[in-house]
T-cell receptor, first 115, second 116 residues
Framework: KAGVTQTPRYLIKTRGQQVTLSCSPI?????VSWYQQTPGQGLQFLFE???????NKGNFPGRFSGRQFSNSRSEMNVSTLELGDSALYLC??????????????FGAGSRLTVL | AQKVTQAQTEISVVEKEDVTLDCVYE???????LFWYKQPPSGELVFLIR??????QNEISGRYSWNFQKSTSSFNFTITASQVVDSAVYFC?????????????FGGGTRLMVKP
């Protein structure tokens, strides 16, 4: 069973540019969540998509957005990049359910460096 | 609001020593779930255990054991006879039934270094 696949694994951008990250969940999983990991702020929840609808959103500015496709693949986009957006972006998928009990399976992450 | 605190930012032990990673959580929800994840240098978070708020039974899995105490809002993780392969960052996390979905609140993580 294939795991969660994130692309690209590494990328470098300059301030002001935008970036799109992709996540393919485990087959059959309809929930995809995104997290940002930085040395200063740790792991922070960005948003969650379930059946193409945003179900939860963290406390991030509107420059951070996402979407989910009918095959459950998800993308997140960051516009007008800032130096502080340099981070490891982790995607996680899980099965159905919304009680908070689901175990999230994480991908290896996309490491974004903003120069 | 939820909060998870891992007071130990870094722990260094010698192989075969026992080590306990502390986790303290805060939530007003009565139904919640606690998790431990391991993050090796490769980056992905690897699930270790989930506990729900109604199950205070301690759990042992091989060299790993977990102690859940609601009275002190703690969910500590012990590695017995540590090995070099245990070197990683360990995260404690919390989710609650009140969240409409899967949203984990993570602690700051504890970096464990096991030296040979």
């Amino acid at each position: 069973k294939a795991g969660v696949t994130q692309t690209p694994r590494y990328l470098i951008k300059t301030r002001g540019q935008q970036v799109t990250l992709s996540c393919s969940p485990i087959s059959g999983h309809r929930s995809v969540s995104w997290y940002q990991q930085t040395p200063g702020q740790g792991l922070q929840f960005l948003f969650e998509y379930f059946s193409e609808t945003q179900r939860n959103k963290g406390n991030f500015p509107g420059r951070f957005s996402g979407r989910q496709f009918s095959n459950s693949r998800s993308e997140m986009n960051v516009s007008t990049l800032e130096l502080g957006d340099s981070a490891l972006y982790l995607c996680a998928s899980s099965g159905d359910g919304y009680s908070g009990a689901n175990v999230l399976t994480f991908g290896a992450g996309s490491r974004l460096t903003v120069l | 609001a939820q909060k998870v605190t891992q007071a130990q930012t870094e722990i260094s032990v010698v192989e075969k020593e026992d080590v306990t990673l502390d986790c303290v959580y805060e939530t007003r929800d009565t139904t919640y779930y606690l998790f431990w994840y391991k993050q090796p240098p490769s980056g992905e978070l690897v699930f270790l255990i989930r506990r729900n708020s109604f199950d205070e039974q301690n759990e042992i899995s091989g060299r790993y054991s977990w102690n859940f105490q609601k009275s002190t809002s703690s969910f500590n993780f012990t590695i017995t006879a540590s090995q070099v392969v245990d070197s990683a960052v360990y995260f404690c996390a919390l989710s609650t039934r009140g969240n409409a979905g899967n949203m984990l609140t993570f602690g700051g993580g504890t970096r464990l270094m096991v030296k040979p």
